[in-house]
């Protein structure tokens, strides 16, 4: 993936007005994927301009759909037949990509997706995601980077997932579209994206229904056409409510499910922010020094992984030690060397890091390493004194639309170039 360029920010920053959250890029991506279950016309609303939806987009037209945008709509027809071949040069930009593996294997007797990529943060293994295809009934070989899966047609299992995995709910819930029979799969992750998924397929006219961490699916071989929206990005508008604690700042977030964002709005409670949440709107209110905090990632509905790097970044300068414990990647503390570069003081123990909150950082050039990470440092920029300069904001630009541009009409002083 080539360089954008770099974000410059001049520091520190006092964050004031309204700021939207734009569309779910996670939930986009599964939804997307999911249009390969059907031939009907799919309308999406509300998807959002980033790099990582352009890849997905681009793949399901290698893949055989006709796509256009109109705005923040995407229209998806069937064009010239379906291909069941995921090429590397695609998948390899986007470890979503993977999500078209289920919904080919309903309706294709072999598929070749190549292994997955995208951030640096961990392993994130896809064995739950075959191991429960292999249980409807396909069978596959690794060869040459690639997964050749191959079946005479799916079916209907009851299949536990050893671990709540989103990724491995998705394609099972795709592939159980069009599988014969009910698909019951236990233990699923109960993040709100994949909860929109099945709100997604059950307008395609799909059986599908979630009880506690369990979701039912019936499949079938006729579906409806769609006019779907998609909800808004509540790792957006998690982002924004951090460095609405920024001190002085007041930001009011513009986001549809702030029910979704309590796991995170309890702890910036916790931290000394004023923090209110109404229908579809949520009010931060910095303070001059923001407190140390006790965090623990964990899936839905515990405190989200996505938000853990950015959080990281405000308490670097909170008062007290913070510990930061990632229990979902094993890897995703690389931001932590670049706060050091300015002046931040953390020591990472294995899944843990350990915060001494500093009462000032300084400035400094430094490098995102992925994408949720390259926002900590952008925060950490606006609460630094002097300049600082982020590289490799392309891991940025997957997840989040014009981060820059939104920070600056809130006040802040941050420019790409």
């Not at 579209?177 to 019951?184: N, Y």
């Amino acid at each position: 993936m080539p360089d954008s360029g770099n974000i410059f920010i001049k520091g520190p920053s006092v964050l004031k007005g309204p700021v939207k959250a734009g569309g779910s890029k996670n939930a986009s991506l599964a939804i997307l994927a999911a249009t390969l279950v059907t031939d009907e016309k799919c309308v999406l609303r509300n998807i959002p301009r980033m790099t990582d939806i352009s890849v997905m987009l681009n793949l399901l037209e290698l893949l055989g759909k006709k796509v256009a945008r109109e705005g923040s709509a995407v229209i998806i027809e069937n064009g010239s037949g379906l291909r069941s071949e995921a090429p590397y040069d695609l998948v390899k930009k986007l470890r979503a990509s993977i999500l078209v593996m289920g919904a080919l294997a309903g309706r294709k007797s072999s598929v070749s997706v190549s292994l997955p990529g995208g951030c640096a943060i961990g392993t994130r293994p896809i064995d739950l995601h075959l191991k429960g295809l292999v249980k409807m009934g396909a069978s596959y070989r690794l060869s040459g980077g690639f997964i050749n899966l191959s079946s005479k047609g799916l079916r209907g299992k009851r299949i536990y997932l050893d671990y709540p995995s989103v990724g491995a709910t998705e394609n099972l819930l795709a592939a159980a579209c069009r599988a014969e029979g009910e698909t019951v799969i236990e233990n699923i992750s109960r993040e709100p994206e994949v909860i929109e998924m099945v709100r997604f397929v059950k307008q395609m006219g799909v059986q599908a229904e979630v009880s506690g961490d369990m979701l039912r699916v019936s499949g079938r071989r006729d579906f409806n056409p769609v006019d779907f929206t998609v909800m808004d990005d509540r790792i957006q508008a998690g982002t924004y409510a951090i460095a609405g604690c920024l001190k002085n700042s007041a930001v009011d977030i513009e986001y549809s499910n702030p029910e979704h964002l309590e796991p995170l709005l309890d702890k910036l409670r916790d931290g000394g922010a004023s923090v209110t949440a109404g229908e579809n709107l949520i009010s931060v209110r910095g303070v001059s020094r923001f407190r140390a905090l006790e965090i623990t990632t964990a899936p839905y509905p515990g405190f989200p992984t996505d938000l853990q790097a950015p959080l990281t970044a405000l308490l670097t300068r909170a008062k007290g030690v913070s510990v930061v414990t990632e229990k979902v990647f094993e890897n995703r503390f690389l931001h932590c060397a670049e706060l050091s570069r300015m002046g931040a003081e953390i020591e990472v123990k294995g899944e843990s890091a350990i915060i001494s909150g500093r009462s000032s950082l300084s400035g400094a050039p430094v490098n995102a390493m992925d994408l949720r990470g390259g926002a900590a440092l952008v925060i950490a920029g606006m609460m630094a004194s002097g300049k600082t300069r982020v590289s490799g904001i392309q891991h940025i630009e997957r997840g989040y639309d014009n981060l820059a541009g939104s920070l600056r009409e809130l006040g802040a002083d941050i420019w790409t170039k």
